[in-house]
């Protein structure tokens, strides 16, 4: 039975997203008897919708409102619109990801304290330690059903061409750590299907093989008649009373028309660019520079990690796009080693994009011999996202344009970033250790590439232990308001070096813990 909630129903929590936090969320609160009512701004798509073609389902599911690439990165040049790869629908980026389950290393919790002051960075330590968060990563694992994890008791997925041909490359260059963690059935699991192979996963998995919120989590939500589910629902400000608890949310529907959501309680879960800006547009007298911003931080210490990427050419075929988009993982270069002249680490992740992909982010806006002679030799081709730590930042941040304003009147957001002498130094690094493993592995030719944009969007409203250190506290709450909560990866106090989905779930399903029990000792 689908719930339907009246407006004025003031006991609902209200999730704005549906994504791999806030469709968990929604999903966790509902099994633990919690009314929810989840706004997105997007349609509700259903994987009948889903298209194995890039662009198709580029140009379908994506976050294409405008926004605006500023500072000293590349974006500003290749991607002035577009500085981050997400998607706008029912299931949020979780129907968009590779599905690569990394955990945070226990370091990574603690940048402050084991990078020490570094020039230009914020840095600061999360309120929450890797041994609090380990339980809830198997629950995370489990739920994900991810492919060799001891918690899921699946079998990995098996090794396809992409995948051997890396493995062998990393192994003759003296890689030891080759892993590809993925939250992909590799068999029948959880009531949906193993793997196919079929190599549009980031187009949105067609057979529901791949965890997705949109086809796991939320239709589990609504079942429990508990949930309710408001598609194209653009959420444009969080309402607050005169003692500063917020009382609902105000949204736009896919008509322009106007509704305010009454809350017991409000979890903002619309990704890193989308949450900080939605707490910027609700700024009010008591809150005169956005909602839970008493620390300045709203908005700032945007991550998405520090990336490159790279493809290389060898004699004989290897079809890199047979079988899952994300193959092999080499891990050895995440550990923190300040010998390598940065902090922190990173993965070579062995990510095959399509033809057509290849062909808009090999060069962005160029042709020529160069590049048309790779695209010549596409079945013969590996390809590396280099996935690294990227360091938090005070003037890496989202902010509201001045003038602009977007189809809802709402200011487009901002999004300045640029790169640190740590961030290029692990780049680089990346970049020749690439080069090292495909040599090594019999590549002619290897063609570093422009990073494309991230759907790693960490930062913005982030945990920390005090409140003038941060946006949230170690649960996610907002340390201005008891009844505000971040759900996504916006509250990531440091990005690691490792994909974030896997982290988001786990915080997801703990924090519906907290909310839950909080909610029943009527401390909120």
Known sequence: ????????????????????????????????????????????????????????????????????????????????NLPAWIVKGVGGSSVHWAGLALRFQPHEFKTRTTYGDMPGANLLDWPVTYDEMAPYYDLAERKLGVAGSKASGLPPLPENNHYKVIAAGARKAGFKQIVRPMAINSQPYDQRPGCQQIGFCMQGCKIGAKWSTLYTDIPRAVATGRVEVRPESMALRVEHDAKGKVTGVLYADKDGNRHFQKARIVCVAGNSIESPRLLLNSASSLFPEGLANSSGQVGRN???????????????????HRGTALAAVVADEARHDPSRGFSGGYYLEGLALGLPFLAAFLKPGGWGRELTSAIDAYDRMTCVWVCGEDQARQDNRITLHPTEKDQYGLPVPVVTKTYSANDQALAAHGLKQWRKLSEAGGARRVIDMPAYPASHNMGTNRMSEKARDGVVNKWGQAHDVKNLFVSDGSQFTSSGACNPTLTIVALAIRQAEYIAGAMGRQEI
């Open 302 to 320: 945007y991550m998405n990690h520090s990336t490159a990427a790279a493809v290389s050419i060898y004699d004989k075929p290897v079809y890199m």
């Open 1 to 80: 039975m689908t719930a339907k909630y009246s407006l004025d129903d003031d006991d609902v929590v209200v999730i704005v997203g549906t994504g791999a936090g806030g469709g968990t969320l929604a999903n966790e609160l509902a099994q633990r008897g919690v009314k929810v009512v989840s706004l997105e701004a997007g349609k509700h798509y259903t994987q009948a919708d889903i298209e194995n073609d890039e662009w198709g389902m580029f140009s379908k599911i994506s976050w294409l409102d405008k926004r605006i690439s500023a500072g000293g990165w590349h974006h500003t040049k290749t991607y002035p």
